[in-house]
């Protein structure tokens, strides 16, 4: 498998008037290969967008290696700038401009033939609602427009910044849907969230980042399989008998208030049996398994995945269409 995205050692300091230094990303390595779908995962504030600004050379780091689909980033990023779509943060349209205007716009300031508008429309699902203006688009449909336009370029490599953020459960299932058939059709997808259901859903591939490190990263069962405890949940009509006949039998037995729960057994007919052999016989037994929430909280220091819903289009229509708009404001860079 080849790299598509290499970061070694990513440090970005933000200097701010009110707040001073700021260490944003400290020492961030990241690893995506060719046809992964990868999540990009972190608590608010823990620097997946600024790793992503800095990849795409939106933001100056301080210090770190990067490169995209093999060329060093930012010096020679334009080189592969045309095979790498990215949504990060809030892109915004003319209200007052259909699906199939701004495309066309946008195609032709990027140098792409005007018949891909029609393919990538199709691609998100909005053909039939092309010709309608932005601004009675839901908030769902804006996010897929965005897609749209970043698809354009037929790009390899796709990179979504938090592309779930602000949508009701059928945008997100949309967006989930979307990202399924774009990776299946052969492109890396990059996508950060905090929302971690959705990267467990999507994502064969986690990167977790805490305080602007990189705290667990490889397949998710994997990532999950090294916080798996080997723990059962257990009903018997005796569980307080049963407590101790596990417990004799050197095994880590809890009380719940419904159930035991044994950790650290492998087989379960261990606990089967030594309950069985005594006569009681074991009504459920249940693998408990870490999933991406348990080890998220464990890695982040129960610092938990906040939603904060964020516009696709800002507030009021603008009379311009900006593109890729990474700029908030907020930067005095080093
Ligand atoms: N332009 C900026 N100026 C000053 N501080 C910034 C700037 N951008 C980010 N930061 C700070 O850097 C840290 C990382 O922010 P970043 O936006 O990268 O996190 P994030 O993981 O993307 O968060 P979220 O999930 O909320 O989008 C935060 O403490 C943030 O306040």
């Known amino acids: 498998m080849s790299a598509v995205i290499e970061i070694a050692g990513l440090r970005k ?9 700021r260490v944003a990303v400290d020492g961030f390595d990241m690893l995506v290969e060719a046809g992964q779908v990868h999540g990009f995962l972190g608590p608010n504030g823990s620097g997946k967008t600024t790793t992503l600004r800095a990849l795409l050379g939106l933001v100056r780091a301080d210090s770190g290696r990067m490169r995209v689909l093999g060329a060093d980033s930012p010096e020679r990023l334009p080189e592969v700038a045309g095979r790498v779509g990215a949504i990060v943060e ?5 209200g007052n401009f259909t699906a199939h205007r701004t495309l066309r716009l946008l195609a032709v300031a990027g140098g792409v033939p005007t018949g891909r508008v029609d393919e990538v429309l199709e691609q998100v699902g909005l053909r039939e609602r092309g010709e309608e203006r932005v601004k ?17 370029k037929n790009p390899e490599l796709l990179i979504l910044d938090e592309p779930a953020n602000g949508l009701d459960p059928a945008g997100i299932r949309e967006m989930r849907d979307l990202t399924r058939s774009l990776a299946a059709s052969g492109v890396t997808v990059l996508l950060s969230s905090h929302i971690l259901a959705e990267i467990q859903l999507i994502c064969d591939h986690v990167t977790i980042v805490s305080r602007g490190r990189r705290v667990a990263y ?6 999950l399989a090294g916080f798996d405890q080997h723990q059962w949940q257990v009903r018997v009509a005796e569980p307080e008998r049963a407590a101790q006949l596990l417990g004799r039998a050197g095994l ?13 057994v492998e087989n379960p007919e261990t606990i089967s049996r030594t309950l069985g052999e005594q006569g009681l016989w ?17 890695l982040t220091g129960g610092h ?7 516009q696709v289009d800002g507030a009021p229509a603008h ?9 908030d404001g907020r930067e005095v860079d080093a």
């Open 13 to 21: 300091t933000f200097h701010t008037l009110r707040q001073g230094r």
């Open 90 to 94: 809030s892109p915004q349209f003319f």
């Open 136 to 152: 009675g688009y839901s908030l769902g449909m804006k996010q897929r427009l965005a897609v749209a336009s970043a698809l354009l």
């Open 218 to 223: 490889g397949r998710v069962d994997e990532v």
């Open 252 to 264: 880590s037995v809890t009380g719940q208030a419904e159930h035991l729960v044994v950790t650290g």
């Open 282 to 298: 074991v009504r459920e037994l249940i693998p408990l398994r870490p999933d991406l929430e348990s080890v998220f909280l464990e």
């Open 304 to 310: 938990g995945p906040v939603a904060v819903p964020r």
């Open 319 to 327: 009379d311009g269409v900006i593109d890729l708009d990474v700029s």
